[in-house]
């Protein structure tokens, strides 16, 4: 088994990819936000059975390096025997997965903000990542993160460049041209379009062509494990038991509720929409299933302001098309779901947060711990679990041709 440890683990969805092939071995996780630990560390116990998953999934803060390395003992955190019990109880680890949060180099983020993400400490949490990998020495590492992160210069400093030179600092390469790096998770079984740059770094050594490894990685490795067809979002949700909107005078006089089926699947329930909302998701999924198509950018802009009474400079709406993959299912969830509304006219709606979860490839039996709104932001940020499995099989294929373990799928 290949030993790994996930670093900003979020709800787990990276690490569950990796334990779906049977290849890995959890050593331990760091995630400081609670609702994610909680529920990774469900899951651990519910699917792999790791019945130690409460101290081995660590809630803290990676900042803290020298607490997070030798233990803590902390009032918001808890109690910790810390990284190097776990790792050193191994004797040590092969491979460290994960990837800091990627607000801060976000190209949507950087639009946003008024200063462009330059003061926001998340630009430099992968030196956190950074130590990990020194003071662990694994063979490999892999750093997800968006390709916003090839063009983010906070402060003017270019931080593709600094990531590269700051693992090469302690005897890691990566490739040396990113753009390589950027795959699409709907090539790996995910019914999504979403861009994802995925950093591999190997060992410098004697007589190893590192540059040479690493490119064979990614034009040949990787992309064996695409798959052949393209999954669309009514194949990922178009199974799930319709939701459809009444309306009660009698308790509801102010607003629709809706039907909500009996069903096993967990998570399957809408967020309250208001009557103007649910009128506006009907005419645009309506505008699609038509084939009218009348709603460009602008029309949904002036559509927008009619409805809302104010205008707004970015895209407001979006239904997602049956027939096609799902456009980038994004943490902003968690506020409301107008660029995630259902293609199904008659649900006039936003998706769940099983549906949302679908659409980013997590298992039907994968919970989330804490309250929607918990659920719909770590959905968003995670790594899709099928794109991680993917990832993890071609990662041993690397080990096999690196000679360092050779497993066998």
Not at 227 to 240: E, M, P, R, Y
């Given at each position: 088994m290949i030993k790994m440890i996930d670093l900003f683990a979020g709800c787990g969805g990276l690490t569950d990819g990796f334990l779906q092939t049977g290849l890995y071995k959890e050593i331990a996780s760091?995630?400081?936000?609670?609702?994610?630990?909680?529920?990774?560390?469900?899951?651990?116990?519910?699917?792999?059975?790791?019945?130690?998953?409460?101290?081995?999934?660590?809630?803290?803060?990676?900042?803290?390096?020298?607490?997070?390395?030798?233990?803590?003992?902390?009032?918001?955190?808890?109690?910790?025997?810390?990284?190097?019990y776990f790792v050193n109880a191994e004797n040590g680890i092969d491979i460290i997965i994960g990837g800091?949060?990627?607000?801060?180099?976000?190209?949507?983020?950087?639009?946003?903000?008024?200063?462009?993400?330059?003061?926001?400490?998340?630009n430099f949490l992968f030196e956190h990542?950074?130590?990990?990998?020194?003071?662990?020495?694994?063979?490999?590492?892999?750093?997800?993160?968006?390709?916003?992160?090839?063009?983010?210069?906070?402060?003017?400093?270019?931080?593709?460049?600094?990531?590269?030179?700051s693992f090469k600092s302690i005897g890691y390469e990566i490739i040396d041209d990113l753009r390589k790096?950027?795959?699409?998770?709907?090539?790996?079984?995910?019914?999504?379009?979403?861009?994802?740059?995925?950093?591999?770094?190997?060992?410098?050594?004697?007589?190893?062509?590192?540059q040479k490894i690493l490119e064979d990685f990614y034009i040949s490795i990787l992309p064996k494990y695409k798959?052949?067809?393209?999954?669309?979002?009514?194949?990922?949700?178009?199974?799930?038991?319709?939701?459809?909107p009444y309306f009660d005078e009698e308790h509801h006089?102010?607003?629709e509720a809706y039907k909500v089926p009996k069903s096993n699947i967990s998570w399957h329930e809408p967020r309250y929409q208001n009557v103007r909302d649910m009128e506006t998701f009907r005419t645009l999924a309506e505008d699609i299933e038509t084939g009218r198509f009348e709603y460009d950018s602008k029309k949904i802009t002036e559509l927008y302001a009619e409805k809302v009474g104010s205008k707004s400079p970015i895209h407001r709406y979006h239904v997602l098309e049956a027939?096609?993959?799902?456009?980038?299912?994004?943490?902003?969830?968690?506020?409301?779901?107008?660029?995630?509304?259902?293609?199904?006219s008659k649900q006039a709606r936003s998706i769940t947060v099983r549906e949302a979860a679908r659409l980013q490839s997590f298992d039907d039996d994968f919970d989330f711990i804490g309250s929607r709104g918990n659920a719909y932001q770590m959905i968003g940020n995670a790594v899709p679990p099928q794109l991680a499995k993917n990832i993890a099989k071609a990662i041993n294929d690397l080990y096999k041709q690196l000679g360092e373990i050779h497993v066998s799928l």
């Open positions: 760091v995630e400081w936000l609670k609702p994610q630990v909680n529920t990774m560390r469900n899951r651990l116990k519910a699917k792999y059975g790791e019945t130690d998953a409460d101290e081995r999934v660590m809630n803290f803060d990676i900042q803290r390096e020298d607490e997070l390395f030798n233990g803590w003992n902390d009032e918001e955190f808890g109690e910790s025997k810390g990284l190097d800091p949060p990627c607000q801060a180099y976000s190209v949507a983020g950087r639009v946003r903000d008024e200063n462009g993400m330059n003061d926001d400490y998340r990542y950074l130590s990990v990998v020194k003071r662990y020495q694994p063979k490999l590492f892999i750093f997800e993160n968006v390709p916003g992160i090839l063009s983010a210069t906070p402060n003017g400093v270019k931080i593709s460049a600094l990531i590269q030179s790096a950027k795959v699409n998770a709907n090539d790996y079984n995910v019914p999504q379009n979403r861009e994802r740059i995925v950093i591999v770094g190997i060992k410098q050594k004697k007589n190893r062509d590192c798959s052949n067809n393209h999954l669309t979002v009514k194949q990922a949700i178009g199974d799930l038991p319709k939701i459809t006089s102010k607003h027939d096609k993959p799902s456009t980038t299912i994004i943490a902003h969830l968690y506020k409301d779901g107008n660029r995630f509304i259902h293609y199904d």
